[in-house]
C-alpha cells in the first residue's frame, strides 16, 4: 500500500470553552494541530496509509502530540527528536461580528532548528507516491525553508505527486526574507498547489483583481486568477482556490474551483450555518483533493469530494477532522438533513 507523506509543524492548541474571549476564565482546553498534521490525519480517517515529518522534543508535551497522531493510525516513525518546545497557538472562537483570533506562540520551537539535512527523504520516500507540505513551513526559520525545498526536490526525483497549500501567514515570516523571496521556488517545484487569493498576491507576486470583501465572489475572477497561476509554473498540473463567502462568523458559503491544463470546475456550494470550528476547514479541503484525485473518477468528482470533506469539518471542534470517507460520499450524494442515524 503506497503512503502519503506530508511535512510541517504540529502545535498544541489552547482555546477558551464555548464562545469565550480568551481568559476570560481559568479554563483552556489543549488539542494538537498543525496544517500538515491536520492533513495527514484526514487521510488516514480516509483510510489511506499516511506518515507525517516534523521536528518533536523528546520530552512529555512531544510525546503526547506523538500519541495523538498516532491514535489516527499516523506513521510517526521519521520524527526527529530535538529542540525543547512544541509551538503553541491560542484560538478563540468568535461570535456574530466579532471575529475569531489566532495568536502564535512558536517562535524557538523544535521545527525551528532542522535544516536540509535533517532527514533522510530517501528513507520516507521509500514506498511513498504522494508529498504534501505547506507554505507555513518555510516561513519558520531558514532550515526548516530548506528542509522543504529539499523534500521537494527529492519527491520529485522519485516521481511523488508533490501538493502544497501556499497558506500566507504574514506573522510568520520574520527571519529574513519574505514570502515572495522563497515561494516561487516552491512553486515551481509542484504538481498541484492550493491557494487563494492573498496566497497568489503575497506569496507568488500575482496582480489580481479580486475582492473577497463583497459578500458574493465572482466565479469567473478565479478563473482569471488561476490561469494566471497555470501560465507562471509549467510544472503545475492544476491549482485549487477554496471560496468562503462569510456572512457572519457562525454561517459561511463554502465552495471552491478546480482549475487544470484542460478544463475549470466549479463545486457546488454549502450554505454552512452554526459553524463548530473553522480552524482546519482549509486543510480538510486539501487531504479532501488529495483523496478525491487518487480514489475517484475525474476531476470534477475529486473537487466535490474535498468541498464536502471541508464543510463537514465545520462541524467538528479540534483541528483534525474525524470523519470517514463514507460519510464525506454521503454528504456528496445529498444526504444534509441531518437526521439521527441508527
Avoid at 59 to 72: D, E, P, V
Avoid at 82 to 90: K, L, N, P
Avoid at 288 to 297: H, S
Wanted: charged fraction near 25%; hydrophobic fraction near 40%; glycine fraction near 10%.
Amino acid at each position: 500500500m503506497s503512503c502519503y507523506v506530508t511535512f510541517g509543524e504540529i502545535m498544541l492548541r489552547l482555546s477558551p470553552p464555548e464562545r469565550e474571549v480568551l481568559f476570560q476564565s481559568d479554563r483552556l482546553n489543549a488539542t494538537f494541530g498543525g496544517a500538515e498534521s491536520n492533513v495527514a490525519v484526514s487521510l488516514a480517517n480516509f483510510g489511506e496509509k499516511t506518515r507525517f515529518v516534523t521536528a518533536l522534543p523528546d520530552q512529555q508535551i512531544g510525546w503526547s502530540a506523538m500519541r495523538s497522531l498516532n491514535s489516527f493510525g499516523v506513521d510517526t516513525s521519521f520524527i526527529s527528536r530535538r529542540g525543547q518546545r512544541v509551538g503553541i497557538y491560542y484560538a478563540e472562537t468568535g461570535a456574530a461580528m466579532r471575529p475569531s483570533k489566532v495568536i502564535y506562540d512558536r517562535t524557538g520551537s523544535s521545527i525551528c532548528e532542522v535544516d536540509g539535512d535533517t532527514f533522510d527523504w530517501d528513507a520516507i520516500f521509500k514506498d511513498a507516491k504522494w508529498f504534501h507540505t505547506t507554505g507555513i513551513t518555510p516561513a519558520l526559520s531558514a532550515g526548516a525553508c530548506q528542509a522543504v525545498l529539499t523534500a521537494i526536490k527529492k519527491a520529485r526525483e522519485k516521481g511523488l505527486t508533490v501538493s502544497c497549500d501556499l497558506n500566507y501567514r504574514k506573522k510568520l515570516w520574520q527571519w529574513g526574507k519574505a514570502a515572495h523571496e522563497v515561494m516561487p521556488e516552491v512553486a515551481a517545484g509542484l504538481d498541484v498547489m492550493i491557494a487563494n487569493e492573498e496566497d497568489c498576491q503575497k506569496a507568488l507576486g500575482l496582480k489580481l483583481d479580486v475582492d473577497v470583501h463583497s459578500g458574493s465572489l465572482d466565479v469567473e475572477q478565479y478563473r482569471a486568477m488561476t490561469g494566471q497561476v497555470l501560465d507562471r509554473y509549467p510544472n503545475l498540473k492544476m491549482v485549487a482556490v477554496t471560496l468562503r463567502e462569510s456572512h457572519s462568523v457562525d454561517w459561511n458559503g463554502w465552495s471552491a474551483v478546480l482549475a487544470t491544463r484542460d478544463g475549470f470546475f466549479h463545486s457546488r456550494k454549502y450554505e454552512i450555518r452554526d459553524i463548530v470550528d473553522r480552524i482546519g476547514g482549509g486543510d480538510s479541503f486539501g487531504a479532501g483533493l488529495i483523496w478525491g484525485l487518487n480514489n475517484l473518477p475525474g476531476h470534477g468528482q475529486a473537487l466535490e469530494f474535498a468541498v464536502a470533506a471541508s464543510a463537514l469539518k465545520h462541524t467538528v471542534y479540534g483541528d483534525f477532522n474525524r470523519v470517514t470517507k463514507d460519510e464525506v460520499l454521503a454528504l456528496m450524494g445529498g444526504d444534509s438533513s441531518g437526521r439521527v442515524q441508527r
